[in-house]
């Protein structure tokens, strides 16, 4: 199982911050936390219920982590392995990650795939999202994948989509006369772009669309 210690720094002072697998104890704790960080008009059917978390600790507890400052859980991320066909890279978050039931996880993937991430509001100038897609990474290297992969939301696009067309939006906050709040958040883990999916989620800020984004493991042989 996974467990790490490190310091996060609040108001200039370093805290003690532990990342490790969630478990049974943590799901009303973990459910809290999606209610607080994914408001409307994020669906709220999407927030994780008891059933999906119990898959994740029991199909695959290695892509389910948590963050706690102080004994009290802050953030979570979670993932499953699979095989991804880059020829067809077109697909929806349901589909891929099984409406986060997770059930098609497949042991033998190479590529660990991001199911969520998030955490709460009050905690997010701790670069704990940061420091929970490091720790997944080191599951990468750990497990000896090829890569880390994922799509990510474009909530800002909305402002711009009546001037800008999707790739003219992600060239400019890859370039960096704009800002994302998730595109830009992934850019700064670590993360490259490689393309657009389109009706990926039901996601009226990004246009139903995401970005798909990957962390290559750098001692795999690409």
Known sequence: MYRKEV?????GKPVKTVVRNYQKKDFQAL???QRESFPPPFPSALWWNEEQLTNHV???PQGALCVEINGEIV??????LVDFNFNQPNHTWEEITDHGYIRNHNPKGKTLYIVDICVKPAHRKLDLGKLLMQSMYERVVHDDLVRLLGGGRMPG???HAKVLTLEQYV????EGELRDPVISFLL?????????????????????YALLMEWKNPFENQ
Request: glycine share 6%; aromatic share 14%; proline share 4%.
């Open 7 to 11: 310091y996060v720094f609040q108001e």
């Open 31 to 33: 459910i809290a936390i």
């Open 58 to 60: 029991e199909l695959y």
């Open 75 to 80: 953030g979570s991320i979670t993932g499953l």
């Open 157 to 159: 696009y909305h402002w």
């Open 171 to 174: 060239e400019k906050v890859v």
């Open 188 to 208: 700064r883990c670590g993360r490259t772009p490689v393309c657009l999916i389109p009706n990926y989620l039901e996601d009226e800020e990004s246009l139903n």
